[in-house]
């Protein structure tokens, strides 16, 4: 607990291996803590049947490729063998149930508070990503309804809502894709604020990383970018979506204004009984292990210039989505940003 390392990662996921990956290749003194007991970050949470968006070619981390799968995009089992893998491969120095509640920093010096201990580092980088912090809007009545409700952060598998009436709400990804797979085993009404936008059959994500990296080109060239020709937000056509538009099941019922004890007021006054509420809201960041070295927003952000605090020196944060770079939370987006924090460390531990 008395060595000072050069780097402590802050979470072990997909971004905290490829962060592992350019400090080993470094040569740095570096250390690796997650709470977690086992390899896989926030895929071991994901629901059964969750898929890459993009095929295994454009899916893989800094230096060692995943294995091509026999379906076209690999499934969550396989994205958690792989990191299991990788981190086995380049012998990645990791400790395991180490949960951090808070850091400190004294004399240039982070001092990162844990259940097992305090750890000593001259830099941090924070990769918890978003899984820890999942959001539900606070809307009229939520308290009042009787029913089951669950976030998608936590929603498995369709087997638990046989049989019981369910809403989903949220138009992006996660709603189109438990929408798809509930339905098949009980009624289901989809809950959208926006009608929503369905990407063409052929369009995966690498194609989106292309148009998030074209953007990203764009403003560090200062040039204009015509955000009008894509939507990053538009829900990819993974086969069993587009299996649900074959079965009529992807149409949105609108929004709701309040809950009541037995389900949903709908925005023309109309109330409908639920069993249970699917709540796919999005997250925030679960970055609250910072709030003692960086003033963090309702949603868990602070000012970084791309992953580098502008408030604290020698803190970076990754893979947190395009607030800390382009594409940054994706396997196929987060190399660029991983490698680009791992050089700006070099150069401030050499300064």
Known sequence: MDKIFDTIVIGVGQSGLACGYYLRKAKLKFLLLDKQSEPGGAWLHAWDSLTLFSPADYSSLPGWPMPKTEQKFPLRLQVVDYLMKYEQHYQLPIQRGVEVTHILKDNGIFHIHTSKGIFQAKTVISATGTWGNPYIPNIKGIDKFSGIQLHSAHYKSPDNFKGLKTLVVGEGNSGAQIVAEVSKVTEVKWSTKKEPQFLPDDVDGYYLFNVASARYRAEKEGRPFDASAYNLGNIVMVPPVKEARERGVLTS???????????????????????????????????????????????????????????????????????????????????????????????????
């Open 253 to 351: 019922s609108g929004s709701f204004t309040e809950l009541y004890d037995q389900g949903v007021i709908w925005e023309n006054g109309q109330q409908e009984q639920f069993d249970t509420i699917i709540w796919c809201t999005g997250f925030g960041y679960d970055t609250k292990h910072l709030r003692t070295v960086v003033t963090l927003d309702e949603r868990g952000s602070t000012e970084t210039i791309e992953s580098k605090s502008t408030t604290t020196d020698g803190l970076w944060l990754v893979g947190y989505g395009n607030w800390t770079g382009y594409a940054s939370a994706t396997l196929i987006g987060l190399n660029r940003s991983t490698k680009q924090t791992v050089q700006e460390i070099e150069f401030f531990l050499n300064s």
